[in-house]
């Protein structure tokens, strides 16, 4: 099925996305993000959790990590939605606006990298006000932008204590749990590059954190996938025989397969 996108973006607003039919879209969410729902349904899946949220929802997606995201349309209506980013230094400069004092101290803040959102009054007025500029031919201000989206801002901090601690936080970016993503995404056609970008490393990063987990390299963990027997595989990969395959492959890695994919007895941090 064909797909076509529209998108109309001011500075951190996109304030349109019509698509026909269904996208499917992989990221790593690079800034954290306020999204609207206006018709269609988002399936939002990260860390094995998939967020199904419908025309007229509310979803918080969490910087920093990796989101599979499914826009289809709902029936005749196609997909369409209205996004505020909110960039690090934006929300490093209103942090420094507000009094410590009133900061919610025991707060946790959401591990999740999808979060829905209830709607609410302020949610329904802050999203409305942007639809009229869904009309590419009207422009808004850069300080109606800058208002929106601290409107957004104060909108997530009054749902939940739990967002102080999410938005300000400065720190390098979140690392997610590397061998529970790797599991989970091992069949995925991913270079280590993006496996290292979608867990919040560089590579060099990932692959010593790697090496704290496995004695393998990242590559060999690989070719291990999901601890399949070598009965399973050297057909697949064009082996005639079990026996040559295991030649090769421990010529190649220093291990055979089976050792390959045996869990280590203990690791060392």
Sequence with gaps: MNNAMELIRYSDIILSCFIPGQMLTESRIASHALVFVRSGVMEAESA???????????????????VRIRKQSDGARPYSAVSILLQRNFLRDSFRTLNPKTLPRTAKRFEEAVIPLQSEPALESLFASLLPYTDARVKPLAEWIELKEREALLCLLTMSPRFYPTLFDFSSPWKIDLLAFMEANFREDLTLEEFASYTGRSLATFKRDFAKISPLTPEK?????????????????????????STTFRKRYGVTPAEAGREPESVSF
């Design 48 to 66: 094995g959790r998939t967020i199904t949220m419908p025309s007229g929802g509310f979803v918080f997606l969490k910087r920093d990590h990796a």
């Design 221 to 245: 963990w690989l070719l291990a996938e999901d601890h399949r027997k070598v009965s399973d595989v050297y057909l697949e990969s064009g082996f005639r025989n079990r026996s040559h395959f």
